[in-house]
């Protein structure tokens, strides 16, 4: 059993180009599983295809939480930096439920406070509640995006009585992560961990089993000059290693088995 990326983008246009050149890299570094997550249904099928040509690869078929109202945000004339026509969160939704067997999770789902008005916040939730829906009666785990809006997500899944879910690069106080791994769930740490104190503290602090690694490439890189990819999760393992003051096969064994016990698939 090998490292894994439980969150990556391999399907952005940053890093499609290098596919086969990113892939080997991570099975070098002994990443061997690698969750890419979707974002909307287009990127949904891009995510799809890959998985098809790439064993590695493990899709999560998901809406990203601004994609999950965009429409109404441009309605509303709010200014949002994305290109081009997107897919109804309608159409998305309809997506995720055809097709959310083959996946190893719903995700990323969630909610943003960051880019969407408060106005939208109940419709948002709404969303987010469909989706959760779907993966609760697929039975698959999910994997959350929040951005300022932690506590309300963290209300919504306890309500909804969700206990598989990593959150992934969790951006609120290093207290409601502990509180939120108190519930059983798991958070996954970004590979620019060593250069940013919250994460630091939460891999320094979170109980082990409740901790897994992602790069949420192409971003996060731990070095500026380029973007993240799968490969870089073995530096934060190092990383961990350092911190916990054990052996570097010691982190792998230990996420390893959250992996699997999270995907209930060995990595």
């Given amino acids: 059993m090998g490292l894994a990326d439980v969150h990556a983008h391999l399907t952005s246009r940053r890093l499609a180009a290098d596919e086969a050149g990113i892939l080997e890299r991570a099975r070098a570094a002994d990443v061997t599983s690698i ?22 690869v493990k899709p ?31 159409a998305s939704v309809a997506w995720v439920r055809d097709h959310v067997d083959e996946a190893i999770a719903v995700g990323e789902i969630g909610l943003d406070g ?12 709404e969303v987010f509640r469909e989706l959760v829906t779907l993966a609760l009666e697929a039975d698959k785990p999910i994997i959350v995006h929040t951005r300022k809006r932690e506590r ?18 969790f951006g609120g106080k290093v207290n409601l992560a502990r509180a939120i791994a108190e519930r059983g769930h798991l958070l996954s740490i970004p ?17 082990r089993d409740r901790v897994l690694l992602e790069t949420d490439c192409p971003y996060l890189s731990p070095d500026r000059s380029r973007p993240s990819e799968p490969a870089d999760v ?3 393992a190092q990383y961990a290693a350092e911190l916990w003051g054990v052996s570097l096969a010691e982190v792998t064994e230990r996420m390893a088995e959250n992996f699997a016990r999270l995907f209930r698939v060995a990595p």
């Fill in 35 to 56: 969750v890419v997550n979707g974002l909307n249904a287009q990127d949904n099928e891009a995510v799809r295809a890959l998985a098809a040509r790439a064993p590695s």
């Fill in 60 to 90: 999560a078929y998901g809406l990203y939480p601004v994609d999950a109202v965009l429409e109404e945000m441009r309605t509303l004339g709010v200014d949002y930096p994305r290109e081009g026509e997107m897919p109804s969160a309608a």
């Fill in 114 to 125: 960051h880019w969407v008005p408060e106005a939208l916040w109940p419709r948002q939730e």
């Fill in 152 to 169: 309300r997500c963290l209300e919504l899944l306890e309500e909804m009585k969700v206990t598989r879910v990593d959150w992934h690069c």
């Fill in 191 to 207: 590979a620019n961990a060593r250069r940013s104190e919250s994460f630091t503290r939460m891999l320094e602090t979170l109980p």
């Fill in 234 to 236: 073995a530096g934060t």
